[in-house]
């Protein structure tokens, strides 16, 4: 399998609820990314992982937390998520210094 | 002042048209510059990085200029398979240094090519 992917692709959860996005790359990067894109904004960066540390958290409440146990490997917990969280959810990676990143498919979640 | 602000869209353009997307940035200490496409429902990809003379790769013209914190993307005859959200994207050098490079997105400008 090449490329960033992320499971899953889609996920409706309750506000009670707790869930896990997968995100792996196969691309031999060393960064990792986590961002939120909503409706008529622009991409909203999260989290990033930089050689497996978390480098920047960009004031994100805390029912979201990642997870990053190597470098090709990122996940992000989810618990009493709100209804306004509802979004797509994409994951990127790079190499450390380099500007492109690339994307995963990403996970679609709706909170109910 | 947003980070990244493009024009708002979208457009709706003919097959074989020439369309311009505009992009201004407020933070004068960013490096490097990209266009990303996002087609419906799927994820950003790089399109072309933007240099500081301009650069071009077919059909697509990129252009910088940093006194005016200004970007632009040039399509020429344009395709039906150009249609998509355009992504102007500005990277630039945490305060602290290192090599935590941060990428800020415009909201985009969705195209249409219409036959």
């Known amino acids: 399998e090449t490329g960033v992917t992320q499971t899953p692709r889609h996920l409706v959860m309750g506000m009670t609820n707790k869930k896990s996005l997968k995100c792996e790359q196969h691309l031999g990067h060393n960064a990792m990314y986590w961002y939120k894109q909503s409706a008529k904004k622009p991409l909203e960066l999260m989290f990033v992982?930089?050689?497996?540390?978390?480098?920047e958290n960009n004031s994100v409440p805390s029912r979201f937390s990642p997870e990053c146990p190597n470098s090709s490997h990122l996940f992000l917990h989810l618990h009493t998520l709100q209804p306004e969280d509802s979004a797509l959810y994409l994951c990127?990676?790079?190499?450390?210094?380099?500007?492109?990143?690339?994307f995963g498919p990403g996970t679609r979640l709706t909170v109910t | 002042r947003k980070e990244v602000e493009q024009d708002p869209g979208p457009f709706n353009v003919p097959e074989g048209a020439t369309v311009a997307f505009n992009c201004t940035y407020s933070n004068s200490a960013s490096q490097s510059f990209f266009w990303y496409r996002q087609d419906c429902r799927k994820e950003p990809k790089l399109l072309m990085s933007?240099?500081?003379s301009g650069n071009e790769d077919g059909r697509f013209t990129a252009q910088l200029n940093r006194a005016s914190q200004y970007i632009s993307l040039l399509i020429r005859d344009s395709k039906l398979s150009d249609s998509a959200t355009y992504l102007c994207v500005v990277k630039k050098t945490p305060h602290s240094g290192g090599s935590n490079y941060k990428l800020t997105f415009g909201k985009g400008t969705l195209l249409t090519v219409n036959p």
């Open positions: 933007v240099y500081s």
């Open positions: 990127a990676s790079s190499q450390v210094g380099v500007g492109e990143q690339y």
């Open positions: 992982y930089s050689l497996e540390e978390r480098v």
